[in-house]
């Protein structure tokens, strides 16, 4: 079993909608998680972090829920620019150590 | 300039040569990263230094590849007598000892004839 699943879609959605990315991960010594972001033949880049409460940056809400070792990402109000592919990451320490990352899930913004 | 930087940008090679990436981190980073990503794959962790520790090489698929990091600042990957499926995007990726994620340079594209 990989260390993160993801689905990879694709998703194609309109500008405006809302689309939720789920992802799962089987090591519950995982202790940090992120969101990646990755423009086709680009390197990933931080989205953002995901904390035990969750947590918003302006149209990104990320949840964790360690129970079912289950981290999601919604996006609110789909612009053109967002894209991409979206990578979820784990990391078994808190604070060093190797990433292990999802195959990415395609979203696809159209106008 | 502020952020990882590799090179080459990309490297066309002939199968059974040797080639050598090269990453410079962030400065005052002390965690160093390789990852390398196939077409329409993953990313795949290869190997990782962190200060004066010994790397962890658990990620290295095969003896033709290796890594150094001299002066605990710039790092070599080096694959000996490449083969076709060493063909990927080679990525190098730094981050602080305060947690911060890791940070990706733009990565190595390399190609096997």
């Known amino acids: 079993r990989k260390e993160v699943e993801q689905d990879p879609g694709p998703f194609n959605v309109p500008e405006g909608a809302t689309v939720a990315f789920n992802c799962t991960y089987s090591n519950s010594a995982s202790q940090s998680f992120f969101w990646y972001r990755q423009d086709c033949r680009k390197e990933p880049k931080l989205l953002m972090s995901?904390?035990?409460s969750g947590n918003e940056d302006g149209r990104f809400t990320a949840q964790l829920n360690r129970a079912s070792q289950y981290i999601s990402l919604l996006i609110r109000d789909s612009k053109l620019s967002d894209s991409a592919t979206y990578l979820c990451v784990v990391r078994r320490g808190s604070t060093l150590g190797r990433l292990y990352f999802g195959r990415g899930t395609q979203l696809t913004v159209w106008p | 300039g502020a952020g990882v930087s590799q090179s080459p940008s990309n490297k066309v090679t002939e199968k059974g040569k040797d080639v050598e990436l090269r990453c410079d981190p962030i400065?005052?980073?002390?965690?160093l990263y390789w990852y390398r990503q196939s077409l329409g794959q993953g990313l795949e962790f290869l190997i990782y230094?962190?200060?004066?520790?010994?790397?962890?090489k658990s990620g290295l698929p095969s003896d033709r590849f290796s890594a150094e990091r001299t002066g605990g600042s710039v790092s070599t990957l080096t694959i000996q007598r490449t083969q076709q499926e060493d063909s990927a995007v080679y990525l190098c990726a730094s981050s602080g000892a305060d947690g911060q994620p890791q940070h990706f340079g733009d990565g190595t594209r390399l190609s096997i004839l």
């Open positions: 230094f962190q200060g004066n520790s010994a790397p962890d």
């Open positions: 400065s005052g980073h002390t965690a």
């Open positions: 995901v904390y035990s």
